[in-house]
Structure formats: structure tokens, C-alpha cells
């Protein structure tokens, strides 16, 4: 954000004298030889990207069009059978998909405005004038750097129900010492979010301090001068100011949560019962681990659109705050 | 009237919104360090201790759990701590040699096929990894790569963030410099080399470094592609370490100081760097 003025500043120079420079190069007869270069050295990446990348997404379509298995020599095409098979309410794949997918969905929903709000708030904090700002900011960093694995062992230490360090502080001061933090609903949600939020604030935090410390200073000053206060320079000055930070940090930490799978394996293993068994946890179960590859196939493609008509979805309400705010 | 007031108590009102920001911040600093301090102030407990009094400071301070994990052969942990760091390495050299090349070609050449081929690679940045889940393990054990190094470090190399990473700092380098180079006689891989390269150094780093962490804490696909107790990564291994001595806090505990000290030290060292380029990558990104 600090880098935009003097980049658009240089920018149309640059072009200038880019486009009158180089031209002449770019048109010369020999583009065959150019063209050959070029790919050479895209080959690399290429190579990797059509083997693991587009390969199996269209391996992952086909698949989801068959009745694949491992143990079967032969696969038949069955058309949108498996799709079918997901929206055909009553079978147990369809009700244990759909009851994943919810599961999912009351994660994104219940941890998305935690993992937006408290960075935006703690990054406002941090962008005062105080000492140790750096301090601060690395120890907020920290636990992001940690894997998943690090943090279950931890927090399950921490919420177990009988031996847990939480339960035991909050008999010390009188609440009460049983609540099952990682065996029962709705406590499992506050764990999930919780630890959630603890891993993975300081992330959104980093992202909203460099979004505040691009917003111009004599804005500020402005509305000062006009006798806004502080939560009025707030919503007038802050709030506008993150709007691009804002749209990507919700995209990505939507995607995120949409993508959840440790926490719940670790700390919850999807329990009790169901009740936290996120739709992640339940393809690759039903792929790697039932050997239902098939319907499993069928299943990520479900996710991925659903995901993708939220993120649309999130794109238009962005976009219509940013053309109200130029309004 | 109202300046006059408000400067009088002015100094007042800033000494306390002063405390009371450091009170909120020292409470929230709290709140992430104590859970890491106290998982490293369990591991130098013995059993009995860490059961008797979870969040008294060690007595005796014992180095038993690590001395257990040492000579564990169902859980070798420093095979594991090795292990992570060899596939973090590879991984992240494969990820830097094929995105900079690749983002040199998109970024400072022209070519047929260009824009359909960036617009291929941009377009899978926001497909859920779980879609190539299933047949990227089927293609892996095809290729004879399950339990070994090359499940989790090849696959993941395909980083189309690394490309459109990379292509976005190449693109705003100015045309000059490699006009300069090809007077002089340079072709196309003595500019990557000499010209592109040394001038891609921080972008570089950050990649590294993002890489990097990204595959040490990759959790879901080495859980199903490393199978052997010899072959795991610290993430897969901390889980089966759980499994194995669940009730046995200060080994557990060990593990994970284990699997957590060499990334808190590299993050440590290179926090203003990581911190600024995860910042940087996304505010600009």
C-alpha cells in the first residue's frame, strides 16, 4: 500500500519508454526462436503444473463421471450418477455429505467475523503511537508460524475435560471445572473458533496493520479538523481506507475456514459424533481412507462450487460497498 | 471555550488511553505466549509432576521426556525434525527455480500463448485444495512416490502463487536494465541469470520463506501419503506421537517443542522479514 503513490507516480514514463524500447525487439522476424526460449523456460513449471494441477482436475471430473474404485479392474461410465446420488436425499453418502457440509458451514460463519474483527481491532492498537509495536506485532505473529499438529497438541492438553489446565483454572475461581471443551456441542464450536482464532490472528493482524499504515495521514488530520471523533474517524476514514484489505483478507480467511481440517481432526476428531466432522474431513475420508474415490471425487466438486458462488457472492457485496463509498 | 478544555485535559485523558492500550495489549500478548510457555514448561517435567501440578514451574526440572523421545523406535522424532526440514528444502528449491523461471518468460518475453497460459495458472489459485486431493494421490502412487520424499515435496511445487508472486515483481522492473544487458551482447538466460535474478532477491526471500513454512505445516496430505514410522514429518508424526503417550503430558509436550523450536528460532531471526513479506505479499497482492 506504501509502495502505490511513487509506483503510480513512475508508471506512465515507464510505459513510455517500455513501449517505445522494446517494440522494435518484439516484432523481429526470428519469433520462432523466441517462441521456443519462452517455453523453455516455462517447461519447468509447466511440466509440474500439467501433472498435478490441471492433470488431476480433469482426472478428479472423470473420475467423479465413473464408478472408479481401486479394487475394480474395469470403471464404467455412469454420467452424473454421483452427482445425482449427493442431491438424492435419504441415501447415507448424501445426508453424511450435506451434514458435513453444514458443518462446514457454521465454521466459516461462526469464525470468520472473530478472524476478521479482532486483527482489524488489535491492528488499529498496534497502529497508535506506542513502544514495542515490533514485540508486540512478532509475539502476535507467532502462533501462525507453528503447524496445526503443534496446536492441537497443545490446546487438547489444555481443554481436555477431566486433566485440562482450562478446567482446572476456572474451578480456582469458582466457575464451574467440567465443561466439556472438545467433547460436546456448543463448547466444541467455542474450541474450534477459539483455538482458531489464538493460531491464526496474527496473520489478518500483519495484513490490516500494512492496510492502516497506507491510509494517507492527512486524512485523519482532515477530520479532525472537522471535529470527528474517534470512532467517527472510524467508519469515515479507516473503514474506507481498508476496503481493498478488507475484500481480500475476507476472501482469503472465508477460503481458509472453508478449507478447515486439522483443528477438527486434532482437537475434536469430528466429534461428538458428527458435530464437527468438516466437509474436508469427510472427502478425504471417503477417498483415502473408504475407497469411495468416486463419489469423493464428486463431492470436492461440489465444494469447490459452492465455494466458488460464495466468493462471487462476496465479490458483488464488496464491490457494491466500494461504488456506495465513491457515491 | 471548547479548545481551551479540551487541551487542559488533554494530557490526562492521553496518560490513560496510554495504560489502558498497553494493559489490552499485555493481556493479549499473554494470552498467546502462556499457552507456548506452559507447553514448554511441561516438557521438563517428569509424569508425575506434570499430572500432580500442571501449571506449577518444574520440580525437579527433568529432561526425561526428551531422553524418552530419544530412544523411541516407534516414534523417532528427530527423524522426523529431519525429515521436515529436508522436504521444506527441496520443496522450496523446486518451487524457486520453476516459479522464477516460468514468471521470467510471463513477465519479460513475448510469446503465442501467454495470456492463456498465465489466465490457466491464475485461475487455480482460488480451487480448494481438496479438489486435487484424491487424483493427485492416485498419480502419486502411480509414480511408486507414496512414503517417500517425493509425495510431499513434487506436487506441491506446482505453486501457481510462486508464478503470479514472482511475474508481479518482474513485470514492474523497468525495460532498461535488460536493454542495457542485450547491447552488450547477453541472450535470454545470461539476463534471467545475471540481470533478473540478483535484482529478484528479496522477492525470492519472501517466496523462501513462505514456501518454506507452508510445507513444514502441511498437515492433511503427508497424514495420508507418508505411511511408515521412519518416513513421517514432524505434523503426521506429532499426531501418532499423541496417539501413542496421550496420557504422558510431558512427552507430548516435548514433541512439540521439538517440532515448534526450529520454526520459532527462523521465525525469530527473520521476523521483520516474514512478517513484512506476508504483510507485503497480501496488501499488494
Known sequence: ?327 | MTTVLSRRSMPAKRAWAQVSLYVVLIALALIIVLPLAWMLITSFKTDADAVRAPYSLPDPVSIEAYQTLLTSGQQPIFLWLWNSFAAATVQTVLILVTASMGAYALARLEFPGKKIVFGAIISTLLVPPVVFLIPNYLIVQNLGWLDTIWAITVPGAASAFGIFFLRQFFVGLPPEIEEAARIDGAGDIRIFLQVLIPLARPALATLAVLAFLGNWNDFLWPVYVLLSPENLTLQPGLNQLQGAYSTHFAIVMAGAVIASVPVLILFGIAQRQIVESVAGSAVKG
Do not use: C
Open chain 1, 1 to 327: 500500500m506504501t509502495n502505490t503513490a511513487p509506483l503510480v507516480a513512475t508508471a506512465p514514463q515507464r510505459n513510455g519508454a517500455g513501449g517505445r524500447g522494446s517494440r522494435p525487439s518484439a516484432r523481429r522476424p526470428a519469433s520462432g526462436r523466441k517462441t521456443l526460449t519462452a517455453y523453455l523456460f516455462l517447461a519447468p513449471f509447466l511440466l509440474l503444473f500439467l501433472t498435478f494441477v490441471v492433470g488431476p482436475a480433469i482426472f478428479g471430473i472423470w473420475m467423479s463421471l465413473t464408478n472408479w474404485s481401486p479394487f475394480r479392474e474395469v470403471q464404467t461410465f455412469v454420467g452424473l450418477q454421483n452427482y445425482i446420488n449427493l442431491f438424492t436425499p435419504g441415501t447415507v453418502t448424501a445426508s453424511d455429505f450435506w451434514k458435513s457440509m453444514s458443518v462446514t458451514g457454521i465454521f466459516i460463519v461462526a469464525s470468520v467475523p472473530f478472524l476478521v474483527v479482532v486483527p482489524l481491532l488489535v491492528a488499529i492498537l498496534l497502529n497508535q503511537r506506542i513502544r514495542a509495536t515490533t514485540a508486540f506485532r512478532t509475539i502476535f505473529f507467532a502462533p501462525y508460524v507453528l503447524g496445526v499438529a503443534v496446536i492441537g497438541v497443545i490446546w487438547g492438553y489444555i481443554l481436555d475435560t477431566q486433566s485440562g489446565i482450562l478446567n482446572h483454572l476456572m474451578g480456582l475461581i469458582g466457575l464451574p471445572s467440567n465443561v466439556p471443551w472438545t467433547v460436546d456441542v456448543p463448547w466444541v464450536w467455542v474450541s474450534l473458533v477459539g483455538v482458531t482464532v489464538w493460531w491464526t490472528m496474527g496473520l489478518n493482524t500483519i495484513i490490516f496493520l500494512a492496510g492502516l499504515k497506507g491510509i494517507n495521514a492527512d486524512l485523519y488530520e482532515a477530520a479532525s479538523l472537522d471535529g470527528a471523533g474517534t470512532v467517527n474517524k472510524f467508519w469515515n476514514v479507516t473503514i474506507p481506507g481498508l476496503r481493498p484489505v478488507m475484500t481480500f483478507i475476507t476472501t482469503t480467511t472465508i477460503l481458509a475456514s472453508a478449507n478447515m481440517f486439522g483443528q477438527s481432526y486434532l482437537l475434536t476428531k469430528g466429534g461428538p459424533g458428527t458435530e464437527t466432522r468438516t466437509a474436508i474431513m469427510y472427502i478425504a475420508d471417503q477417498g483415502l481412507s473408504q475407497n469411495n474415490m468416486a463419489p469423493a471425487a464428486a463431492m470436492s466438486y461440489v465444494l469447490f462450487a459452492a465455494l466458488a458462488v460464495i466468493s462471487v457472492i462476496n465479490f458483488r457485496l464488496q464491490r457494491e460497498r466500494v461504488e456506495k463509498g465513491l457515491k
